[in-house]
Structures are given as C-alpha cells and as structure tokens.
C-alpha cells in the first residue's frame, strides 16, 4: 500500500522553480513533522525541510532562501517550493512524515535534475 506519494521531479534549468507536492495517505495518524529529504548521486540522504506540526520550521542551510516547505492538515500534503534552483539541487527528493509514536514513512522519490 503505497502511503506517501511525491509529485513534480522533472528537468528545470539552472535559476529556475519547481513545486513538489507529496500525498500523504489518510491511513497514517496522528503526524507531528512532515519534511522533505534528498539524496543526490553517490552521496548520502539529508533533510532539506521539515515543518512540525506546531509550524516550527526547519531548512538545510543551503537552500534558506530559496526553498519553502508548507503543509495542508486538511488535505494531508505537504508541499516544497524550490526557487533559484541550482544544479548541485539535482537529487531524488523523499517525502517524509513522523508519527506521534516515531513511526516514520517515506515515499518512492521523486528525482529531479538542474540543468546548468
């Protein structure tokens, strides 16, 4: 059963936007922080935002400034907004969710590329 569902990888040149949205499924309770982590070609995953369930919000600090996680409680999504994308974004981005009980949940990834 697939949980979490990433959208909007694709090819965007270097300065460009991009939006990811991910889907989480109305099955997993009680969520505290949803994020969105990225793991580039031969290096390793790291947490790119997270937004807690209070609102805190967490960046990578190379993408402060240009990136903006949001989430929809209602709707059960969260979103990142990448802006003055640079091709070092290039990665597969995951979805992630944490449960009140630690329960984390990923998604199947979504890649997408910057080109220069």
């Known amino acids: 059963q697939v949980q979490l569902v990433e959208s909007g990888g694709g090819l965007v040149q270097a300065g460009g936007s991009l939006r990811l949205s991910c889907a989480v499924a109305?099955?997993?309770?009680?969520?505290?922080?949803m994020g969105w982590s990225r793991q580039a070609t031969g290096k390793q995953r790291e947490l790119v935002a997270a937004i807690s369930g209070g609102g805190t919000i967490n960046y990578l600090d190379s993408v402060k400034g240009r990136f903006t996680i949001s989430r929809d409680n209602a709707k059960n999504t969260v979103d990142l907004q990448m802006n003055s994308l640079k091709p070092e974004d290039t990665a597969v981005y995951y979805c992630?969710?944490?449960?009140?009980?630690?329960?984390?949940?990923w998604g199947h990834g979504t890649q997408f590329t910057v080109s220069s």
């Open positions: 992630n969710v944490r449960t009140i009980i630690g329960a984390i949940y």
């Open positions: 109305t099955s997993i309770f009680s969520i505290t922080t």
